[in-house]
């Protein structure tokens, strides 16, 4: 049995979580701890807040009793808003008081783009233009090119954690672009489990959602690939080797 430890802040799509755990259908344990939301807003001062390293400590001990073999902050803005060196200090500071290979989605996303080998991205955001802008320059300082960001304007995590089907096919399909060689929806209250392989078959690229990468980069940490076509192309390819 591999267990995995997440930490996820407050309560909007947590249920993405088991349901990707009974998808990977294989010896993989989920262990997801809520951490304290503060104030919900994607705003830069809040999402640095929500990311501060006094509120990930909190959740560690639970992991660490539950045996998870790596942690991952499970949460998007409140990572790449720090910039590419505050989010490699948030991580660092993570897997020390851990005491295991930690990581965060905004890392999750590109390392699972370099994963597919794909160098040109779409992103549809959920969040406000500006902070939505602060995630492509993130992807842009790991040295992907990003064709396009559309943002949607939301503020609280509250509200995504209300959007379906209907509402995630929209946002997917107005952020692609003909050059995108994939498309990144980067919010963990976003509910995206059940609709990956659709997604993917209507856009006829890869992509790559916030729980999805999150749950592969913990697997990544623990040394373990899983064969899981139900979660998309991520989880169906073999390792791109670097020269």
């Known amino acids: 049995m591999t267990a995995l430890g997440f930490l996820y802040p407050g309560h909007s799509a947590e249920d993405d979580y088991p349901r990707i755990e009974q998808l990977l259908g294989s010896d993989i344990r989920l262990d997801l701890v809520h951490t304290d939301i503060g104030e919900d807003a994607h705003r830069v001062d809040a999402l640095l807040e929500m990311g501060s390293a006094g509120r990930l400590a909190a959740g560690v001990g639970e992991l660490r009793m539950a045996g998870a073999e790596s942690v991952v902050w499970a949460c998007t ?11 490699h200090d948030q991580v660092r500071a993570l897997a020390r008081t851990a005491g295991m290979p930690a990581s965060s989605t905004s890392f999750a996303f590109v390392h699972a783009v370099q994963e597919l080998g794909v160098g040109r991205v779409a992103v549809g955001a959920t969040y406000p233009d500006d902070v939505a802008g602060l995630f492509a320059e993130f992807l842009r300082a790991a040295g992907i090119e990003v064709t396009g960001v559309r943002g949607s304007g939301i ?13 995630v096919f929209a946002l997917a399909r107005e952020a692609d672009d003909e050059s995108a060689e994939a ?4 919010d963990t209250a976003l509910h995206t489990a059940a609709h990956i392989p659709a997604l993917e078959k209507e856009l006829g690229k890869p992509v790559l959602t916030a729980n999805q990468v999150t749950v592969w980069e ?4 623990a040394d373990r690939r899983v064969n899981a076509p139900s979660l998309g192309a991520l989880f169906t390819r073999e390792p791109i080797v670097q020269a």
């Open 77 to 87: 803005s409140g990572s790449f808003v720090y910039g590419w060196e505050g989010a």
């Open 218 to 221: 913990a697997l990544r940490l």
């Open 155 to 167: 503020i609280t995590a509250a509200e995504v954690g209300t959007w379906g089907e209907a509402e």
């Open 183 to 186: 498309v990144l929806l980067p």
